[in-house]
């Protein structure tokens, strides 16, 4: 039986429903795309890939699309279908990517595992042997994540702070030597001028990001979260929504130990994790 066509005709798709959307609003106004960004403060250029649906951009500028247009929240209900939209969650990270490249800083919590900038080659080798690739794949994603780290060395790089429950310093390798590297990696990488580590202790209890990866990114005049689990991620780019993750945020600082405590704190998990036995 032939599949039955939306008797608009338009894509049911929901980015490429957006962007269609976009696209018939501004003939229907007779407005160029240099036009349109005159009068609503974005760049031409990116009018057009919103329009050809290879972005999404933030809800700010779809809320000023709605207003220019006078279609009452219709285009950011689209947005947030096509937002929302599973197979976008690819489109989702790149953007996330990108906006990482560009922030100036960082701020992240760790529930359960050492974040990719921080990783060395063998943590980075077993989370994603256990996540599943291997082969080629896997060395291809275990370089990238190896040039990821290239970001926090480069002259003028992000300042960056990451809060690391303690469950991610009791959760070790399986080769106890990679692990002892990893633990003296987060130590040289904590004494870093633009890298401060903390570390949460179990013994505070549950707070507002208990089992949340969240990380803050700081640029071009405005923060941008990505909160993620094993199996997704989520670009939060509303302001009010990111507001009240940094709350949380600020509160699982103020529960952790300080740098200076944190440092003393790993470095007796290093002395304290058993070594390879001999041979």
Known sequence: ???????????????????????????????????????????????????????????EVIQALDQYYGTNG?????????????TQFKERYRRYMVLEAEAVS?????????????????????????????????DKQVLARMGRRELLLADGGPQFRTILSET???????????????????????????V?????????????????????LHGAGRIVAWVETGYSGELVQETTAVDQLQLRYDRV???ALTPDESREFIGRILEEAPCEPSI
């Open 1 to 59: 039986m032939p599949q039955r066509r939306a008797i608009t005709g338009r894509s049911q798709e929901p980015r490429l429903r957006f962007a269609e959307e976009l696209r018939l609003l501004r003939a229907e106004r007779g407005v160029s795309l240099r036009g349109l960004a005159e009068v609503v403060g974005w760049d031409a250029s990116q009018f057009g890939k919103l329009e050809n649906g290879h972005t999404l951009g933030g809800p």
């Open 74 to 86: 219709m285009l950011l209900t689209l947005w947030e279908l096509a937002v929302a939209d599973p």
């Open 106 to 138: 960082m701020w992240q919590y760790s529930p359960s595992i050492i974040h990719g900038l921080l990783q060395t080659p063998e943590y980075a080798t077993e989370l994603l042997t256990q996540g599943g690739l291997t082969g080629a794949e896997l």
């Open 168 to 194: 991610v310093l009791r959760s070790p390798l399986r080769d106890l030597a990679a692990w002892h590297a990893q633990l003296r990696h987060l130590l040289v990488m904590g004494g870093s001028p633009n």
């Open 196 to 216: 401060t580590i903390q570390v949460l202790p179990l013994a505070k209890g549950l707070h507002g990001l208990t089992n949340t990866d969240t990380m803050f």
């Open 253 to 255: 600082r103020d529960l």
